[in-house]
C-alpha cells in the first residue's frame, strides 16, 4: 500500500499541476459567489406559497448527500416559494 503511494513528482509534473489546482480554486469559488447572488436575486420575489404553512412534499430523489453539480442553495424551495408549485414533481 505505501508503495502505490509513492509518486513521481517530476519538475514537469509540478509545473502542470499548480496553474491546475489554482484554476480549480479559482473556479469553484466562483460558483460559489454565483449561488450567492442567484439567492439574492431569487430572495424578493413575491410569494405564492408560505412553506412554513404548506411544507415541501419529501424530495423523489434517491441521493441523501449534494451531488457535485448542485447549487450550494436550496433552490427547490425558493422555486416552489415563487410558483407554489413543487417543480421537481411536475412530469417531464
Same mark, same amino acid.
Given at each position: 500500500?505505501?508503495?502505490?503511494?509513492?509518486?513521481?513528482?517530476?519538475?514537469?509534473?509540478?509545473? *502542470? =499541476?499548480?496553474?491546475?489546482?489554482?484554476?480549480?480554486?479559482? *473556479?469553484?469559488?466562483?460558483?460559489?459567489?454565483? #449561488?450567492?447572488?442567484?439567492?439574492?436575486?431569487?430572495?424578493?420575489? #413575491?410569494? =405564492?406559497?408560505?412553506?412554513?404553512?404548506?411544507?415541501?412534499?419529501?424530495? *423523489? *430523489?434517491?441521493?441523501?448527500?449534494?451531488?457535485?453539480?448542485?447549487?450550494?442553495? #436550496? =433552490?427547490?424551495?425558493?422555486?416552489?416559494?415563487?410558483?407554489?408549485?413543487?417543480?421537481?414533481?411536475?412530469?417531464?
Amino acid at each position: 500500500m505505501a508503495k502505490a503511494l509513492e509518486g513521481d513528482d517530476r519538475p514537469e509534473h509540478v509545473f *502542470t =499541476l499548480t496553474p491546475s489546482l489554482a484554476l480549480y480554486d479559482f *473556479t469553484h469559488q466562483h460558483i460559489a459567489t454565483c #449561488d450567492q447572488d442567484i439567492e439574492r436575486v431569487l430572495s424578493p420575489f #413575491d410569494a =405564492l406559497v408560505d412553506p412554513a404553512e404548506h411544507p415541501l412534499p419529501p424530495p *423523489t *430523489t434517491a441521493h441523501r448527500h449534494p451531488q457535485r453539480n448542485e447549487p450550494a442553495l #436550496d =433552490l427547490r424551495t425558493h422555486l416552489y416559494r415563487m410558483t407554489g408549485v413543487d417543480l421537481t414533481h411536475v412530469p417531464g
